[in-house]
């Protein structure tokens, strides 16, 4: 049974940052890619970011692009998203996904999902 835990989410001041954690079990990750994704309210759930779990440099969003960073610990099996100068408009859940082989933008095309971590950015 494949299980993504996301954590780290929280309240934080605009300009501040905070780094989610996706952990994951249950199978041998090392030909999937994650993926972050994120979900306002009222709105459609979004790509936030990937990277493949053997390999090669992460791509992100250009919404966040410059601010955010993803890295993994093979060990760990964990992969992170380090989130930098966070602003309102980066308020969502944040949810960590996996797919086979490649990173994707489209939420559909994933197959496991996290419950989801709260993140949320005061003015």
């Known amino acids: 049974q494949v299980q993504l835990v996301e954590s780290g989410g929280g309240l934080v001041q605009a300009g501040g940052s905070l780094r989610l954690s996706c952990a994951a079990s249950?199978?041998?990750?090392?030909?999937?890619?994650i993926g972050w994704f994120r979900q306002a309210p009222g709105e459609e759930r979004e790509f936030v970011g990937g990277?493949?779990?053997?390999?090669?440099?992460?791509t992100y969003a250009d919404s966040v692009k410059g601010r955010f960073t993803m890295s993994r610990d093979n060990l760990k099996n964990t992969v992170y998203l380090q989130m930098n100068s966070l602003g309102p408009e980066d308020t969502a859940v944040y949810y960590c996904?996996?797919?086979?082989?490649?990173?994707?933008?489209?939420?559909?095309?994933?197959?496991?999902w996290g419950q989801g971590t709260q993140v949320t950015v005061s003015s």
């Open positions: 996904a996996a797919r086979g082989h490649t990173v994707v933008v489209r939420p559909i095309a994933y197959d496991y």
């Open positions: 249950g199978r041998t990750f090392s030909n999937y890619a």
């Open positions: 990277i493949r779990w053997n390999g090669g440099t992460a």
